[in-house]
């Protein structure tokens, strides 16, 4: 990604035109130049800039975006596929969406209902409640 693209994003988070953008804005402005941080990673980043208070200048921007890790692989899709077949006990395609929630919310990165219920939006959903996750694990790394 240009420079041009780094400085056009945090002017787009600087809203005062500070030069200065928020910490707590960092994981959307990671995001926005095509990182996907962690919850766990913003956390330390914000806390390594002062805190969710402080704010940032370009300078310390650019070194972080930077950082070790910063531009991670988003992954294959069979990667993922495979870790939703675990719990598809028959190999059927599908999972229920009850059983996606509780994964989602409760293992590994855990996200809030909030942000699962926004993943979910534009998802085909059966009668029977349930998704198909290849359909799923496609349209998020389509995003």
Request: glycine share 10%.
């Given at each position: 990604?240009?420079?041009?693209?780094?400085?056009?994003?945090?002017?787009?988070?600087?809203?005062?035109?500070?030069?200065?953008?928020?910490?707590?804005?960092?994981?959307?402005?990671?995001?926005?130049?095509?990182?996907?941080?962690?919850l766990q990673e913003i956390s330390e980043?914000?806390?390594?800039?002062?805190?969710?208070?402080?704010?940032?200048?370009?300078?310390?921007?650019?070194?972080?975006?930077?950082?070790?890790?910063?531009?991670?692989?988003?992954?294959?899709?069979?990667?993922?596929?495979?870790?939703?077949?675990?719990?598809?006990?028959?190999?059927?395609?599908?999972i229920g969406v009850g059983e996606l929630?509780?994964?989602?919310?409760?293992?590994?990165?855990?996200?809030?209902?909030?942000?699962?219920?926004?993943?979910?939006?534009?998802?085909?959903?059966?009668?029977?409640?349930?998704?198909?996750?290849?359909?799923?694990?496609?349209?998020?790394?389509?995003?």
């Amino acid at each position: 990604m240009s420079d041009k693209k780094y400085k056009d994003a945090f002017a787009l988070f600087d809203k005062k035109g500070t030069g200065k953008v928020s910490a707590s804005q960092l994981g959307d402005l990671l995001r926005a130049i095509g990182q996907n941080p962690s919850l766990q990673e913003i956390s330390e980043l914000q806390t390594s800039v002062g805190g969710e208070d402080a704010a940032l200048d370009y300078g310390k921007y650019i070194e972080l975006i930077n950082r070790e890790g910063g531009f991670k692989k988003v992954g294959q899709p069979e990667d993922y596929i495979k870790a939703f077949q675990i719990f598809d006990k028959n190999l059927t395609g599908f999972i229920g969406v009850g059983e996606l929630k509780y994964i989602l919310t409760s293992i590994g990165e855990k996200l809030t209902e909030d942000e699962v219920d926004e993943l979910l939006k534009g998802i085909n959903i059966s009668d029977d409640n349930t998704i198909d996750y290849v359909e799923f694990v496609k349209s998020i790394l389509a995003q």
